[in-house]
């Protein structure tokens, strides 16, 4: 219990936009050590974020249009690879699956519904 309460704290820290938390837990080498370290290995977590790291050195947002979330990769993609048990060619893998998964969560869940609020909205005003 004390274990995921700890994960849910670096996950909140994660999703905190500023500078502290940008290089202490959002970067995936970062996030691969406080996971590891949450589950009593921080030098496999260390080495599985940095593999997840260099995964992610080539690619860039071009237009602010995100492929995929380097972040959640780096959380979640340790959380499993260290759980798991994983080889470092499936944690990659894996890393690369979570982190287009959450961005098509995020694309089609929140920013969807945001549009079809204003949407909703727009058409209440126009009834006067």
């Known amino acids: 219990m004390v274990q995921a309460l700890l994960m849910a704290l670096v996950a909140l820290l994660n999703g905190i936009q500023g500078p502290w938390q940008w290089y202490m837990f959002r970067e995936p080498v970062m996030a691969g050590f406080w ?14 974020g940095a593999t997840i790291n260099v995964s992610y ?3 860039i947002s071009a237009g602010g249009a995100n492929a995929s979330d380097l972040y959640w990769a780096g959380l979640l993609g340790t959380f499993v690879a260290i759980k798991g048990g994983m080889v470092h060619a499936c944690e990659c893998m894996w ?5 287009v998964y959450s961005t098509c969560i995020c694309a089609c869940c929140i920013h969807d519904t945001g549009i079809h609020m204003a949407d909703a909205y727009g058409r209440s005003c126009g009834k006067g």
Do not use: F
């Not at 996971?35 to 599985?48: E, F, K």
């Not at 890393?95 to 982190?99: H, R």
């Open 57 to 59: 050195m080539g690619g």
């Open 95 to 99: 890393c690369m699956c979570v982190s």
């Open 35 to 48: 996971v590891g370290l949450i589950y009593g290995d921080p030098v496999q977590g260390t080495i599985i």
